[in-house]
Nanobody, 126 residues
Framework: QVQLVESGGGLVQPGGSLRLSCAASGSTFSRYTMGWYRQAPGKERELVAFITSAGSSTNYADSVKGRFTISRDNAKNTVYLQMNRLKPEDTAVYYC???????????????????WGQGTQVTVSS
């Protein structure tokens, strides 16, 4: 079973930036599409960005497009989420995981393959 450890969250003012990291254990990381999910208070967890196994394709939720950038380093078994121009509505716990398909659906229709990590809290507030 792959273990996922997210880090990099924190409290930031609107308009600020954060870079999230997710380290995965095991030797199969490079085979999988990886995604960043988030769960805001009182809402369902949803997929907001993904990157395919070799990094050739990415996709984003409309709400973060142009502000967030997903990337990966397969040599380090790590996926990143650069978040710029943060808004209060980006406040959530952020998780990484692999969706069950190569090109998953952005939003709520992409259940993960592995168990969840602990996530990392992002709070955007002045």
């Amino acid at each position: 079973q792959v273990q996922l450890v997210e880090s990099g969250g924190g409290l930031v003012q609107p308009g600020g930036s954060l870079r999230l990291s997710c380290a995965a254990s095991g030797s199969t990381f490079s085979r999988y599409t990886m995604g960043w999910y988030r769960q805001a208070p009182g809402k369902e967890r949803e997929l907001v960005a993904f990157i395919t196994s070799a990094g050739s394709s990415t996709n984003y939720a409309d709400s973060v497009k142009g502000r967030f950038t997903i990337s990966r380093d397969n040599a380090k078994n790590t996926v990143y989420l650069q978040m710029n121009r943060l808004k209060p509505e980006d406040t959530a716990v952020y998780y990484c995981n692999t969706p069950r398909t190569f090109m998953p659906t952005i939003g709520k229709g992409s259940p993960p393959l592995w168990s969840w990590g602990q996530g990392t809290q992002v709070t955007v507030s002045s």
